[in-house]
């Protein structure tokens, strides 16, 4: 029986990577939201408007995630009909 094989040992060099918190990429977010958005308004937006918009996209395609599941629902249940 052979020894198990041992992954290659990974040495780092530079800096070590940082922790990021759940805060700081949700400011990130709302940041990144803001810059991308502000370019097609034909108003200043402001961090709450960031947040709206924020979640707005997140539901919509939360919605359109539920549709695909549904559209494809029938199509399972039919598979398992015929099994």
């Known amino acids: 029986m ?3 094989i041992k992954p290659p040992a990974v040495h ?3 800096p070590r990577p940082k922790l990021v918190c759940a805060k700081t ?3 990130e ?10 370019r097609r308004s ?6 709450e408007d960031a947040r709206e918009i924020a979640e707005n996209m ?3 395609f939360s919605v359109l995630l539920e ?3 549904k559209k ?6 039919h598979d398992r009909a015929a099994a």
């Open 12 to 14: 780092r060099s530079g």
């Open 29 to 38: 977010r709302l940041a990144r939201t803001l810059e991308l958005w502000s």
């Open 58 to 60: 997140s539901g919509f």
């Open 67 to 69: 549709w695909k599941a």
């Open 42 to 47: 034909t108003r200043p937006l402001t961090e």
């Open 25 to 27: 990429l949700a400011d």
């Open 2 to 4: 052979q020894p198990p």
């Open 72 to 77: 494809r629902a029938p199509d399972i249940d």
